[in-house]
């Protein structure tokens, strides 16, 4: 297991903060203190996927639980109907991301906003995110909105524009509590369910089936 780069500038004043509390003999405060950075090191923990998912499938980008599930048209994604899967990360979550699919990065769109409770319906249009879009070697357009939550202060992306990802690469982190939408073109059948838990990079939330063109 790795960790992201991100969890240092929290862990290491925690990591030396045990140090000077053992040092002065305040052993119980000294517990306490490591106790944090261990929970600040599992929030930031990379765990090992498999991503070799049968081809055709769209792999959730975080680690959570599905809140939502619906239809809808988003111009800044792209033309057409999307499934929209809203998927809810907790504290004790993953809270890396990784691309749903492989593609090109045609969108890596940062928008400053509040910071509501990422279970809050509202939380996907008011609050801080970004936005990648990643379009597939098939032409399709996949949408990831990392969206910051209550307790969440940075929304961290690694994509650049014009920046080619492989199916299940890290993309980016949120720190602490918070929501990520991911959409997918309605041509895709959807097996994800409401209430589901997800692991980033792992679950399927959907597939693209052959179909036969005769009748």
């Not at 081809?55 to 057409?80: C, F, H, T, W, Y």
């Not at 199916?167 to 949120?174: A, K, N, P, Y």
């Not at 041509?187 to 052959?210: F, I, M, N, P, T």
Request: proline share 5%.
């Amino acid at each position: 297991m790795s960790f992201a780069k991100e969890c240092w500038p929290f862990v290491l004043p925690a990591a030396g903060l045990v140090v000077v509390l053992a040092i002065f003999g305040k052993q119980g405060w000294a517990l306490v203190a490591l106790l944090l950075a261990c929970s600040l090191l599992l929030f930031f923990r990379i765990p090992q996927r498999d991503v070799r998912a049968a081809e055709g499938a769209v792999l959730s980008p975080a680690n959570g639980k599905i809140l939502k599930i619906e239809r809808v048209e988003d111009p800044q994604i792209g033309p057409g109907t999307f499934h929209h899967v809203v998927i809810f990360l907790s504290v004790f979550n993953v809270h890396v991301q990784r691309a749903p699919v492989e593609g090109v990065v045609v969108t890596s769109q940062y928008t400053a906003g509040k910071k509501l409770a990422a279970f809050n319906p509202k939380a996907g249009e008011v609050n801080e995110q970004h936005l990648i879009v990643l379009q597939h070697p098939t032409g399709d357009l996949f949408g990831v909105r990392q969206i910051a939550g209550l307790l969440a202060r940075r929304v961290v992306t690694y994509l650049s524009t014009g920046q080619e990802v492989s199916r299940g690469e890290l993309i980016g982190v949120i720190k602490f509590g918070s929501r990520v939408d991911v959409l997918i073109p309605v041509r895709y059948d959807l097996e994800a369910k409401v209430g589901q838990k997800v692991h980033e990079g792992e679950s399927v939330l959907a597939r693209l089936e052959e179909r036969s063109d005769e009748s």
